[in-house]
């Protein structure tokens, strides 16, 4: 009777153990092999040995995952190797960015959380509206009251005041 699949585990996370050099690593290669196997039973070899067919299997998974980390740390490698190196702020800039952050901070939460949203993380008007789940329109006034409000700080002016509606007697 030949093995089935459960009874080879053992043997195949001995296998998976001694090219990782750990368990976790060993129960995740299995795991990928016993995936790429069952993916591929239609090209499975009736008298072909099973054991033989998962430890090839196994073996293949393990070493493309080996190339394949290769070249990821190569191209990190190469990457940080092309980066240009990063200076420290000089104090004029360190000054400035603490102002730059203390303006940010004086704006109301949700002018902040738009400038961000928009200015730092690049979102498009569109997405950030539905990230923070208010209407474009919303978005749009609040980040033009923020730009105005940063502005009015830029040129040394208070911050002008949110509009306030008055109440009209009759």
């Known amino acids: 009777m030949p093995p089935k699949v459960v009874d080879l585990l053992p043997a195949l996370m001995r296998y998976a153990r001694r090219l990782t050099g750990n368990e976790s690593d060993a129960e995740d290669l299995v795991q990928d092999a016993l995936v790429r196997a069952y993916a591929n039973v239609d090209k499975y070899e009736r008298g072909r040995p099973l054991r033989i067919w998962l430890f090839s299997i196994l073996h293949n ?22 980066a240009d190196p990063v200076e420290a702020p000089t104090q004029e800039q360190s000054v400035r960015l603490h102002q730059i952050e203390a303006a940010l901070a004086a704006l109301p939460e949700e002018q902040q ?9 690049g979102l498009s008007y569109q997405d950030a509206a539905v990230a923070i789940g208010i209407p474009i ?10 730009r105005a409000r940063l502005r009015a700080l830029e040129d040394g002016m208070p911050a002008a005041r949110p509009a306030q509606l008055r109440i009209v007697k009759d």
């Not at 995952?65 to 990457?79: I, K, L």
């Open 61 to 82: 998974v393990f070493v493309s995952g080996t190339r394949r980390a290769a070249v990821r740390e190569r191209f990190r490698a190469d990457v940080v190797a092309q």
């Open 113 to 121: 959380a738009v400038l961000h949203l928009v200015a730092v993380e």
């Open 137 to 146: 329109g919303t978005l749009i006034s609040r980040l033009s009251r923020a």
